[in-house]
């Protein structure tokens, strides 16, 4: 929907509304600010404001989840899905010698992303613009599949619509690195303490139904739908238990 369209319906009056363009309503409406407002873009992409975000932990769970993709990495495609700030890209770029595929639903992410990447490494990276939820990759189409904080900014839905698509292009014998906020931090400080709360629930208005969220129980759940077998191999905390960085395999098919 073009944004002259948007100006004309009564639901949309906001000034999240002069950002719609084709992307889903929740990231419109909740993150214009963050990922699509190009000063918001700029002022983000900063190494010391992203690692802020995080509470000084962005290098510790950046370096783990890249060892966790490349560690023994599954011969055959690597995923991204979804741009990330801060040098996560570029890293796993570095380590690779193959391309990258990297989706997102925000062009402006995408152009973000190329920017930060050094010639030679630009054309290994292999961007589309599509919306996680439904993927116009092939069934089986990767060996290894990066998430790197998004389940927690999607709504419900959108999220299982995502993790489901995720498993579907993630080929038997794959491996499928997730980082994320922890699970519900109850005893955590930044938990405990209401104003951190309410600021982190007003931020990130879909973190507390991921909080609730079982992670492995729903991607198992969604693998077994497909005829798939999934396990955890691997589990890393970080900053009391707030963060994780989770690694699971597609188990191989018998055929
Ligand atoms: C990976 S998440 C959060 C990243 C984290 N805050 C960081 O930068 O470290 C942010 C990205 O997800 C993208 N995004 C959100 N919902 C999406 C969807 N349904 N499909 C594709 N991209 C999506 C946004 O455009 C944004 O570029």
């Not at 404001?49 to 989840?65: D, E, M, P, V």
Request: aromatic share 14%; glycine share 4%.
């Amino acid at each position: 929907m073009s944004s002259q369209q948007c100006k004309n319906s009564e639901s949309c009056s906001g000034v999240w509304c002069r950002f719609r363009d084709g992307q889903p309503e929740y990231l419109v409406r909740h993150y214009w600010w963050a990922y699509l407002w190009r000063w918001g873009v700029w002022f983000f992409d900063h190494q010391p404001i992203i690692n802020a975000i995080l509470f000084g932990q962005y290098k510790t769970l950046s370096h783990r989840a890249l060892r966790d993709c490349m560690k023994e990495r599954p011969e055959g495609r690597m995923l991204q899905l979804t741009c990330a700030y801060g040098s996560m890209t570029p890293s796993l770029l570095k380590e690779m010698d193959d391309e990258l595929y990297l989706m997102d639903v925000a062009d402006i992410q995408l152009k973000a992303t190329r920017k930060k990447l050094a010639a030679m490494d630009k054309e290994r990276l292999l961007c589309a613009r599509m919306n996680a939820e439904y993927l116009a990759y092939a069934d089986d189409a990767f060996a290894t599949v990066l998430i790197f904080f998004l389940l927690h900014e999607l709504p419900p839905e959108a999220r299982e619509r995502s993790i489901s698509e995720a498993i579907r292009v993630l080929q038997p014998g794959g491996r499928l690195v997730v980082t994320e906020y922890g699970a519900c931090p109850k005893k955590h400080l930044l938990w405990r303490f209401p104003v951190t709360r309410w600021v982190l629930q007003r931020l990130e208005p879909f973190l507390e139904s991921f909080w609730q969220v079982d992670l492995f129980a729903m991607l198992d759940r969604h693998a077994r739908t497909q005829g798939k077998v999934i396990r955890q191999v691997d589990e890393f905390h970080c900053f009391a238990g707030f963060y994780r960085v989770c690694v699971f395999e597609l188990e191989q098919s018998l055929e």
